[in-house]
């Protein structure tokens, strides 16, 4: 089985595509784990708001519309990491917990690593969109998910603040998990940001090697 890129023209059907479905059912899996052994229910439900929201749209825009096999592959750990953090809240993480202790931090970074995440593992899977679903430019289909990373990353901590301090004000501290960080907000955007630009750059300097 050719595992197809965003350059790549070949797409596979959801039937005849044993990696998706391995995909599929692993985070179907963990999924279910997560929910039934979540330290903090009403922070999981909160958390996987958009997650299902996103999920829902996958599978309905598939007919449509499919990625490749590298965004996928990105989207899955991406996904597989947020509801890892949602179990037990982002700021309790035990795998954060693990990395503080190891390095000798000050705080729990797993939400850092999940929103540097946001944009490195998902800004190609948009320049996958945009590539194949526009006619645009190679260098728009370079730059705007950069942007739209920054835009969704600021958009994300508007609704962060409405969950917290409007409609849920009883999970705000857990959702959030500041962690007394008065510029967490700032902080998560950046990392947002550099993710982005990060895995551009590698993504523009591996399809320049490839074609020499």
């Not at 609704?159 to 959702?175: C, K, R, S």
Request: aromatic share 18%; proline share 2%; hydrophobic share 50%.
């Amino acid at each position: 089985m050719q595992f197809s890129t965003a350059s790549s023209t070949q797409r596979t059907a959801f039937n005849q595509n044993n990696l998706l479905k391995v995909y599929f059912v692993t985070f179907l899996l963990f999924w279910a784990y997560t929910l039934f052994f979540t330290a903090d229910l009403a922070n999981w439900v909160i958390e996987n708001i958009l997650t299902i929201i996103a999920l829902v749209t996958l599978t309905l825009t598939y007919k449509k519309f499919k990625f490749s096999d590298l965004s996928y592959t990105l989207i899955f750990i991406y996904t597989m990491l947020h509801i890892y953090g949602a179990m037990y809240t982002y700021a309790e993480n035990p795998l954060g917990y693990l990395i503080k202790d190891v390095l000798d931090l000050e705080r729990n970074h797993y939400d850092r690593i999940v929103h540097f995440s946001f944009g490195f593992l998902l800004g190609y899977p948009l320049r996958d969109y945009f590539k194949n679903w526009f006619d645009w430019p190679n260098w728009v289909c370079w730059t705007l998910p950069i942007e739209i990373t920054m835009s969704f990353s600021g958009a994300y901590e508007i609704i962060e603040w409405l969950v917290a301090d409007v409609f849920f004000t009883h999970q705000g501290a857990a959702y959030l998990g500041t962690q007394g960080d008065v510029w967490d907000a700032q902080k998560d955007m950046a990392l947002a940001l550099s993710g982005a630009i990060l895995i551009m750059v590698i993504a523009t300097n591996l399809k320049k090697l490839l074609h020499k």
